[in-house]
């Protein structure tokens, strides 16, 4: 997972991810993250690129922009919002993608990590 994109805005983030491929926009519902008809969970997708937003004032103004690659190639852009109304199937989800991070870079010795 790549933390190093720090852009100024959520839509900023956007447009350099679709120059770097990530074309197709993705939504989450029930669970899954769909595009098209074909629907994804956790064991089929992989976080490549993460970026988060706040608000200047407004907390329900959080958002996270994610790049995402499926296991069948496919590479496509989540935006969620991060505030009161992210609903229980969506954060199970997210949790279960960033645990598999977590513990796959917890496997890594400490020279490896870059």
Known sequence: MNEKFKYASASEA???LRA???????TLKDGFVWW?????????????YVSRYEGNSDPGDEATVYGLEMNNGLKG??????GIYSDS???????KLH?????????????EAT
């Open 89 to 95: 199937n969506t954060v199970a989800l997210l949790q």
């Open 36 to 48: 098209d008809s074909g629907k994804f969970g956790a064991d089929d997708i992989k976080i490549a």
């Open 77 to 82: 852009i989540l935006v969620t919002g991060d």
């Open 99 to 111: 645990r598999a991070k977590l513990d796959k870079y917890s496997n890594i010795s400490p020279g």
């Open 20 to 26: 770097l491929g990530f074309d197709k926009d993705l």
């Open 14 to 16: 956007i447009t350099k």
